[in-house]
């Protein structure tokens, strides 16, 4: 089992940064993949990025290609999101996600993770 804590949200003007961090709980972080999703008000969550157990691999939306970059550190147990040139759009609560079985092609799907952080608030002025 593991515990997620989200942290480095806040309010940003447009075309600026933020860096947000997901702290896991346990010894066996490197055994999960790991995904950033958020949602807006009103929509559905949404997935954003994720990464392989070793960090070698990494995978985003379209939305975000080139804007956000995800990685872990296995021995800090926490796997961040640089969020760079953010848009008012990139408004919404961003979580990340843990799970040891999911797959490459189901990791873009909420209901494939098992573990949640309780999320962290983005706001992009504009």
């Known amino acids: 089992q593991v515990q997620l804590v989200e942290s480095g949200g806040g309010l940003v003007q447009a075309g600026g940064s933020l860096r947000l961090s997901c702290a896991a709980s346990?010894?066996?972080?490197?055994?999960?993949?790991m995904g950033w999703f958020r949602q807006a008000p009103g929509k559905e969550r949404e997935y954003v990025a994720g990464?392989?157990?070793?960090?070698?691999?990494?995978y985003y939306a379209d939305s975000v290609k080139g804007r956000f970059t995800i990685s872990r550190d296995n021995a800090k147990n926490t796997v961040y999101l640089q969020m760079n040139s953010l848009k008012p759009e990139d408004t919404a609560v961003y979580y990340c996600?843990?799970?040891?079985?999911?797959?490459?092609?189901?990791?873009?799907?909420?209901?494939?993770?098992?573990?949640w952080g309780q999320g962290t608030q983005v706001t992009v002025s504009s």
């Open positions: 996600a843990a799970d040891p079985r999911i797959t490459i092609a189901t990791m873009r799907i909420p209901a494939g993770y098992e573990y």
């Open positions: 990464i392989n157990r070793s960090g070698g691999g990494t």
């Open positions: 346990g010894r066996t972080f490197s055994t999960y993949r």
